[in-house]
Protein backbone atom coordinates (compact mmCIF):
# COMPACT_ATOMS: atom_id res chain seq x y z
CA UNK A 1 0.00 0.00 0.00
CA UNK A 2 0.73 3.75 -0.13
CA UNK A 3 1.81 3.98 3.51
CA UNK A 4 4.61 1.36 3.70
CA UNK A 5 5.69 0.85 0.18
CA UNK A 6 4.84 4.41 -1.39
CA UNK A 7 7.52 6.48 -3.90
CA UNK A 8 9.25 8.16 -1.46
CA UNK A 9 10.57 4.78 0.04
CA UNK A 10 11.76 3.56 -3.79
CA UNK A 11 13.43 6.97 -3.88
CA UNK A 12 14.80 7.17 -0.51
CA UNK A 13 16.55 3.36 -1.21
CA UNK A 14 18.25 4.87 -4.67
CA UNK A 15 19.03 8.06 -3.09
CA UNK A 16 21.29 6.50 -0.28
CA UNK A 17 22.83 3.97 -2.80
CA UNK A 18 24.03 6.39 -4.79
CA UNK A 19 25.40 8.90 -2.24
CA UNK A 20 26.99 5.66 -0.67
CA UNK A 21 28.41 4.09 -3.97
CA UNK A 22 26.64 0.93 -3.59
CA UNK A 23 24.32 -0.94 -6.11
CA UNK A 24 21.33 -1.51 -3.52
CA UNK A 25 20.05 -0.05 -0.87
CA UNK A 26 17.04 -1.56 1.87
CA UNK A 27 15.21 0.64 4.01
CA UNK A 28 14.24 -0.82 7.70
CA UNK A 29 11.95 0.49 10.35
CA UNK A 30 15.45 0.95 12.50
CA UNK A 31 18.84 0.61 12.09
CA UNK A 32 18.81 -2.55 14.63
CA UNK A 33 16.15 -4.17 12.32
CA UNK A 34 18.63 -3.52 9.13
CA UNK A 35 21.44 -4.74 11.39
CA UNK A 36 19.48 -7.91 12.19
CA UNK A 37 18.63 -8.11 8.46
CA UNK A 38 22.01 -8.24 7.30
CA UNK A 39 22.62 -10.82 9.90
CA UNK A 40 20.07 -12.98 8.59
CA UNK A 41 21.04 -12.25 5.19
CA UNK A 42 24.70 -13.31 5.63
CA UNK A 43 23.28 -16.46 7.15
CA UNK A 44 24.69 -16.25 10.70
CA UNK A 45 22.85 -19.38 12.28
CA UNK A 46 23.87 -20.57 16.02
CA UNK A 47 26.80 -21.14 16.96
CA UNK A 48 28.09 -18.86 14.21
CA UNK A 49 30.68 -15.86 15.46
CA UNK A 50 30.51 -12.63 14.88
CA UNK A 51 33.61 -10.35 15.77
CA UNK A 52 31.76 -6.66 17.32
CA UNK A 53 33.74 -3.97 18.99
CA UNK A 54 33.96 -4.02 23.12
CA UNK A 55 32.85 -0.43 22.38
CA UNK A 56 30.07 0.56 20.49
CA UNK A 57 26.18 0.39 20.82
CA UNK A 58 24.42 -2.19 22.47
CA UNK A 59 22.26 -3.33 18.55
CA UNK A 60 25.61 -4.14 17.25
CA UNK A 61 26.04 -7.24 19.63
CA UNK A 62 22.15 -7.90 19.69
CA UNK A 63 21.88 -8.33 16.26
CA UNK A 64 24.17 -11.47 16.41
CA UNK A 65 22.61 -12.39 19.12
CA UNK A 66 19.04 -11.95 17.78
CA UNK A 67 19.89 -14.36 14.38
CA UNK A 68 21.25 -17.01 16.99
CA UNK A 69 24.87 -16.29 16.67
CA UNK A 70 27.55 -15.45 18.79
CA UNK A 71 28.95 -11.95 19.31
CA UNK A 72 32.91 -12.20 19.73
CA UNK A 73 34.79 -9.07 21.45
CA UNK A 74 37.38 -7.42 19.72
CA UNK A 75 39.42 -4.74 21.41
CA UNK A 76 39.10 -1.19 19.96
CA UNK A 77 42.27 0.62 19.18
CA UNK A 78 43.21 3.66 21.21
CA UNK A 79 43.32 6.66 18.97
CA UNK A 80 40.15 7.16 16.85
CA UNK A 81 37.89 4.31 19.01
CA UNK A 82 37.76 1.68 15.15
CA UNK A 83 38.05 -1.88 16.05
CA UNK A 84 41.33 -2.99 16.12
CA UNK A 85 42.79 -5.44 13.37
CA UNK A 86 45.70 -6.60 15.19
CA UNK A 87 43.00 -7.95 17.86
CA UNK A 88 40.71 -9.22 15.71
CA UNK A 89 43.29 -11.89 13.61
CA UNK A 90 43.48 -12.77 17.01
CA UNK A 91 40.39 -13.66 18.20
CA UNK A 92 39.14 -15.48 14.60
CA UNK A 93 38.03 -18.99 15.34
CA UNK A 94 36.75 -22.13 12.81
CA UNK A 95 33.50 -20.89 13.88
CA UNK A 96 33.96 -17.17 12.60
CA UNK A 97 31.36 -16.14 10.35
CA UNK A 98 32.14 -12.44 9.79
CA UNK A 99 33.50 -9.04 11.57
CA UNK A 100 31.18 -5.84 12.14
CA UNK A 101 33.66 -3.03 12.97
CA UNK A 102 31.35 0.11 13.58
CA UNK A 103 32.55 3.72 12.37
CA UNK A 104 32.33 5.62 15.62
CA UNK A 105 30.74 9.15 16.08
CA UNK A 106 30.97 9.68 12.60
CA UNK A 107 34.73 9.14 12.33
CA UNK A 108 35.49 6.32 10.11
CA UNK A 109 36.71 3.52 11.33
CA UNK A 110 41.11 3.76 10.91
CA UNK A 111 41.79 0.01 10.42
CA UNK A 112 38.95 -0.38 7.28
CA UNK A 113 41.49 -1.68 5.12
CA UNK A 114 43.08 -3.73 6.96
CA UNK A 115 39.95 -5.33 7.96
CA UNK A 116 38.53 -5.59 4.74
CA UNK A 117 41.80 -7.77 4.07
CA UNK A 118 41.47 -9.78 7.03
CA UNK A 119 37.77 -10.38 5.88
CA UNK A 120 39.14 -11.20 2.38
CA UNK A 121 42.11 -13.61 3.57
CA UNK A 122 39.79 -15.63 5.82
CA UNK A 123 36.13 -15.58 3.73
CA UNK A 124 34.83 -14.07 6.54
CA UNK A 125 31.61 -11.78 5.74
CA UNK A 126 32.82 -8.06 6.78
CA UNK A 127 29.56 -5.81 7.63
CA UNK A 128 30.06 -1.94 8.79
CA UNK A 129 28.17 -0.93 11.35
CA UNK A 130 27.85 2.77 10.15
CA UNK A 131 24.53 3.64 11.91
CA UNK A 132 26.78 6.69 12.87
CA UNK A 133 28.71 7.53 10.20
CA UNK A 134 26.09 8.55 6.76
CA UNK A 135 28.87 10.88 4.97
CA UNK A 136 31.67 9.88 6.44
CA UNK A 137 35.08 9.15 4.16
CA UNK A 138 38.19 7.32 4.54
CA UNK A 139 40.81 8.71 1.27
CA UNK A 140 37.61 9.35 -0.54
CA UNK A 141 35.56 6.59 -0.34
CA UNK A 142 32.60 6.72 2.14
CA UNK A 143 31.77 4.76 4.68
CA UNK A 144 29.60 2.09 3.90
CA UNK A 145 31.12 0.67 1.12
CA UNK A 146 34.23 -1.22 2.14
CA UNK A 147 32.47 -4.11 3.02
CA UNK A 148 30.02 -6.67 1.77
CA UNK A 149 27.36 -4.80 3.10
CA UNK A 150 26.48 -1.92 5.73
CA UNK A 151 23.82 -0.24 7.23
CA UNK A 152 22.72 3.22 8.67
CA UNK A 153 20.69 4.80 11.36
CA UNK A 154 18.02 7.54 11.18
CA UNK A 155 16.44 7.92 15.05
CA UNK A 156 17.08 10.77 17.15
CA UNK A 157 20.46 11.89 17.40
CA UNK A 158 21.61 11.04 13.74
CA UNK A 159 22.47 13.50 11.68
CA UNK A 160 19.32 12.53 9.12
CA UNK A 161 17.10 12.00 11.28
CA UNK A 162 12.96 10.63 11.25
CA UNK A 163 12.84 9.60 14.32
CA UNK A 164 13.10 6.46 13.85
CA UNK A 165 14.22 4.70 10.14
CA UNK A 166 17.24 2.62 8.78
CA UNK A 167 19.04 1.19 5.67
CA UNK A 168 21.03 -1.63 4.93
CA UNK A 169 23.37 -1.37 1.71
CA UNK A 170 25.08 -3.76 -0.22
CA UNK A 171 26.53 -4.94 -3.80
CA UNK A 172 25.50 -8.01 -3.37
CA UNK A 173 22.59 -8.77 -5.49
CA UNK A 174 21.72 -11.97 -3.31
CA UNK A 175 22.06 -9.80 0.12
CA UNK A 176 19.54 -7.95 -1.36
CA UNK A 177 16.96 -10.20 -2.54
CA UNK A 178 17.57 -11.75 0.75
CA UNK A 179 16.84 -8.55 3.26
CA UNK A 180 13.46 -7.81 1.12
CA UNK A 181 12.57 -10.76 1.60
CA UNK A 182 13.20 -10.29 5.73
CA UNK A 183 11.75 -7.21 5.51
CA UNK A 184 8.24 -8.40 4.41
CA UNK A 185 8.55 -11.50 6.53
CA UNK A 186 8.92 -9.98 9.54
CA UNK A 187 7.23 -6.52 8.82
CA UNK A 188 10.47 -4.20 9.29
CA UNK A 189 9.56 -1.96 6.44
CA UNK A 190 9.63 1.69 6.99
CA UNK A 191 6.86 3.66 6.64
CA UNK A 192 6.60 5.88 3.53
CA UNK A 193 6.09 8.87 5.83
CA UNK A 194 9.24 8.09 8.02
CA UNK A 195 10.61 7.93 3.99
CA UNK A 196 9.81 11.33 2.87
CA UNK A 197 10.97 12.90 5.98
CA UNK A 198 14.09 11.62 5.58
CA UNK A 199 14.26 12.64 2.14
CA UNK A 200 13.66 16.14 3.05
CA UNK A 201 16.55 16.31 5.71
CA UNK A 202 18.91 14.43 3.61
CA UNK A 203 18.27 17.37 0.89
CA UNK A 204 19.98 19.19 3.33
CA UNK A 205 22.89 16.90 4.46
CA UNK A 206 26.06 19.06 3.20
CA UNK A 207 24.98 21.49 5.19
CA UNK A 208 24.01 19.81 8.32
CA UNK A 209 27.39 17.81 7.74
CA UNK A 210 29.39 21.53 7.08
CA UNK A 211 27.51 23.07 10.46
CA UNK A 212 28.88 19.92 12.66
CA UNK A 213 32.48 20.18 11.48
CA UNK A 214 32.15 23.93 11.70
CA UNK A 215 31.44 23.81 15.61
CA UNK A 216 33.72 20.64 16.16
CA UNK A 217 36.56 23.22 14.93
CA UNK A 218 35.69 25.78 17.39
CA UNK A 219 35.53 22.88 20.14
CA UNK A 220 39.17 21.92 19.46
CA UNK A 221 40.47 25.35 19.14
CA UNK A 222 38.54 26.26 22.56
CA UNK A 223 39.57 23.02 24.35
CA UNK A 224 43.23 22.42 22.69
CA UNK A 225 45.99 22.25 25.17
CA UNK A 226 44.07 22.01 28.26
CA UNK A 227 45.38 19.64 30.40
CA UNK A 228 43.52 16.62 31.11
CA UNK A 229 41.71 16.72 27.86
CA UNK A 230 42.19 14.65 24.93
CA UNK A 231 40.56 15.73 21.93
CA UNK A 232 38.90 13.61 18.91
CA UNK A 233 41.64 12.20 16.48
CA UNK A 234 40.77 11.51 13.04
CA UNK A 235 42.88 9.43 11.04
CA UNK A 236 45.23 10.24 8.21
CA UNK A 237 42.62 10.13 4.94
CA UNK A 238 39.37 10.44 6.94
CA UNK A 239 36.91 12.96 6.87
CA UNK A 240 35.09 12.89 10.55
CA UNK A 241 30.99 13.91 10.47
CA UNK A 242 30.92 14.89 13.87
CA UNK A 243 27.58 12.96 14.63
CA UNK A 244 29.56 13.29 18.25
CA UNK A 245 32.10 15.02 19.65
CA UNK A 246 33.71 13.38 21.97
CA UNK A 247 36.43 14.09 24.13
CA UNK A 248 38.53 11.76 27.03
CA UNK A 249 38.88 13.09 30.52
CA UNK A 250 42.06 12.61 32.75
CA UNK A 251 39.79 9.81 35.23
CA UNK A 252 41.12 12.25 38.06
CA UNK A 253 39.00 14.64 36.94
CA UNK A 254 36.35 12.88 35.31
CA UNK A 255 33.76 12.74 38.50
CA UNK A 256 34.58 16.53 38.81
CA UNK A 257 33.89 17.52 35.67
CA UNK A 258 30.03 15.97 35.08
CA UNK A 259 29.54 17.27 38.48
CA UNK A 260 30.26 20.61 37.18
CA UNK A 261 27.97 19.92 34.32
C1 LIG B 1 26.60 2.18 16.37
C2 LIG B 1 25.13 1.95 16.25
N1 LIG B 1 24.69 0.81 15.69
C3 LIG B 1 23.38 0.57 15.54
C4 LIG B 1 22.42 1.47 15.97
C5 LIG B 1 21.00 1.08 15.86
O1 LIG B 1 20.18 2.00 15.22
P1 LIG B 1 18.68 2.28 15.69
O2 LIG B 1 18.72 3.04 16.98
O3 LIG B 1 18.11 3.06 14.55
O4 LIG B 1 18.00 0.97 15.87
C6 LIG B 1 22.83 2.67 16.56
C7 LIG B 1 21.84 3.66 17.02
O5 LIG B 1 22.05 4.47 17.87
C8 LIG B 1 24.21 2.92 16.72
O6 LIG B 1 24.65 4.04 17.28
Known amino acids: SYWSGGPEVTRL ?14 TFNSGTTAQFALMLAIGVHAGDEVIVPSFTYISTANAVLFAGGKPVWADIENHTFGLDAEDVRRKITPRTKAIMPIHFAGCPCADIDQLVKIAKLHHLRLIEDAAQSLGSKLNGQMVGSFGDAAMFSFCHDKVITAGEGGIAVTDSNSIYQKLQAIRQNY ?20 QH ?4 RKIAAKYHQLLNGIDGIRLPVVPTGGRHIFQKYTIRIDPRLRNRLADYL
Do not use: D, N, P, W
Open 13 to 26: EKTIAAFVGRKYAV
Open 187 to 206: SFRMSTLTASLVLAQFGRIK
Open 209 to 212: IAAR
